[in-house]
């Protein structure tokens, strides 16, 4: 069975960094798109960062460019998020995801979720 471990959130001051974690198992990880999604209250989720199967394309949603990094290490089935800069509007359940073939088909089909972790930002 295929399952995605987030962890790494917390709470952080504006401005300040935070590094999420995934850990991927029951499945060829290199075969697989991953990325990240978040989910603020009384809002839907919103695509965050895809990153490609060998790690060589990222796709970012336009409001986090510049201060997250997403990086994979398929060696150890796992897909980090640096988070710098943060702002209050960051604040949500981080989601890792993921799915075979290409990482630009992520924000529309997502085939495994991880459990989500919080990520809380104050001002």
């Known amino acids: 069975q295929v399952q995605l471990v987030e962890s790494g959130g917390g709470l952080v001051q504006a401005g300040g960094s935070l590094r999420l974690s995934c850990a991927a198992s029951?499945?060829?990880?290199?075969?697989?798109?991953m990325g990240w999604f978040r989910q603020a209250p009384g809002k839907e989720r919103e695509f965050v960062v895809a990153i490609s199967r060998n790690g060589d394309s990222t796709y970012y949603e336009d409001s986090v460019k510049g201060r997250f990094a997403i990086s994979r290490d398929n060696a150890k089935n796992t897909v980090d998020l640096q988070m710098n800069s943060l702002k209050p509007e960051d604040t949500a359940v981080y989601y890792c995801?993921?799915?075979?073939?290409?990482?630009?088909?992520?924000?529309?089909?997502?085939?495994?979720w991880g459990q989500g972790t919080q990520v809380t930002v104050s001002s």
């Open positions: 029951g499945l060829t990880f290199s075969n697989y798109a």
């Open positions: 995801a993921g799915r075979r073939g290409g990482a630009t088909g992520l924000r529309y089909d997502v085939a495994f």
